[in-house]
């Protein structure tokens, strides 16, 4: 006995992150339950850790998804900057980016895609997908059992490094999902000194190529990790490096958990639809190089690919590619070339010294709160040193 209602499906979204279920939403309103729409993730989505900071901007989430109470932990009024030496430069703006429960965040999305008559299974893994004609094969398993089943459009976003969709002729040249994959690694601790209301960030040759950070939670709980550059050599375990930081740093912490992984650090110009198959969030490399956000990126394009599916399906085959084409242009045009413009900067912005970060830090933070906006900080940090201006002039640019 199959446990899906059929083996025949207009469009197969893989993966249930912030993209694939935006993706699957979206494509279930756009259809009004008129097409087959099967969402599948080895695990539900919002009953395990996630591993993300949750911060995101305000204006950018309500932009894509109403904002509801249940899933904000928080409001965030800045950012403080500090430096190796931990002096302390402060970006401060109102209200500009919440505090999320991702967990909450993605069982209301995925409450959405069941209403929109999305057929969802949050207990099944894709093991893998062949182009067979014009369509897609999938073998599935759930509970033990394999089943086959076909689909019209596979969209993938299965996350960082995927492999769904490696060794396939028809994809070469696609986005694989492995542009500058990098290691971070966070703890949920306590005891932990910080404000409710800012993001902190830590730069310096601590925290090479990367930075570390501390996100509020609920007050006592804070999110606190680093992330290193993708070719940083481990002389340490990226582990002892996290608790390393919190003991010199924090001392009387108490570290209730400690959860790490490759992290999509990156962006790329190669396509993200072809052949039927459409690809967002991490598994496109759809992330700011520098700053590594990645919830709105995915939520925005996975709105995207699925407005592009829907052309697709709709459309007599003539202009399918020319779809597709679309759907990369289009997500370009809305970050991707703007991420292309930060990952140019990215090796200049990583050749800043500590010294260099601590004179800039320094001198903004005798400033008043006011004066201290994020252009001020961060040609500041260039101004310290003039050498990286000319390096980083694409990045100016931007």
Not at 232 to 248: E, G, M, P, Y
Not at 262 to 275: V, Y
């Amino acid at each position: 006995m199959s446990f899906f209602a059929s083996n025949q499906y207009d469009v197969v979204v893989c993966g249930a992150g912030p993209a694939g279920l935006m993706a699957a939403c979206t494509l279930g309103r756009l259809t009004s339950g008129a097409r087959r729409i099967l969402f599948l993730d080895r695990k539900e989505p919002w009953k395990e850790p996630i591993f993300c900071a949750e911060a995101v901007s305000t204006r950018r989430l309500s932009a894509l998804w109403p904002v509801d109470s249940s899933f904000v932990r928080g409001n965030l009024s800045g950012i403080y900057f500090t430096s190796p030496k931990r002096y302390r430069a402060e970006f401060y703006s109102k209200n500009c980016g919440l505090q999320l429960n991702r967990s909450i965040l993605h069982k209301n999305i995925a409450d959405e895609c069941v209403k929109a008559g999305v057929e969802c299974h949050f207990d099944t893994a894709v093991q893998k997908i062949e182009r067979v004609g014009d369509s897609w094969d999938l073998v599935v398993s759930r509970q033990g059992v394999e089943e086959k089943i076909h689909s019209t459009i596979i969209i993938d976003t299965t996350g960082p490094g995927a492999k769904l969709t490696r060794n396939i002729s028809c994809l070469e040249g696609m986005e694989d999902g492995a542009t500058d994959l990098e290691p971070a690694i966070f703890a949920v601790a306590e005891g932990i000194p910080h404000s409710r209301e800012h993001i902190e960030l830590f730069f310096g040759s601590e925290f090479k190529d990367g930075y570390g950070w501390i996100f509020p939670r609920d007050g006592k709980e804070v999110n606190i990790g680093l992330v290193l550059g993708k070719n940083v050599k481990n002389d340490i375990s990226l582990r002892q490096r996290l608790l390393d930081f919190i003991a010199k740093d924090y001392p009387g912490a108490t570290v209730k958990g400690i959860y790490g992984g490759k992290i999509a650090c990156g962006q790329s110009n190669k396509p993200i639809a072809k052949c039927g198959l459409f690809k967002a969030g991490d598994s496109a490399s759809c992330v700011n190089p520098i700053s590594r956000s990645g919830i709105t990126e995915s939520l925005l394009c996975g709105k995207i690919v699925a407005e592009a599916a829907f052309e697709w399906l709709n459309d007599s085959g003539a202009n399918r590619s020319a779809i597709e084409e679309n759907a990369t242009k289009r997500w370009m045009k809305e970050m991707g070339n703007s991420h292309m413009q930060i990952a140019r900067g990215k090796d200049g912005f990583n050749q800043i010294t500590d010294d260099q970060f601590d004179k800039a830090a320094l001198r903004l933070s005798k400033l008043p709160r006011e004066k201290q906006t994020i252009f001020r900080i961060f040609f500041n940090v260039l101004w310290a040193s003039p050498a990286l201006v000319w390096k980083m002039r694409s990045f100016l640019h931007w």
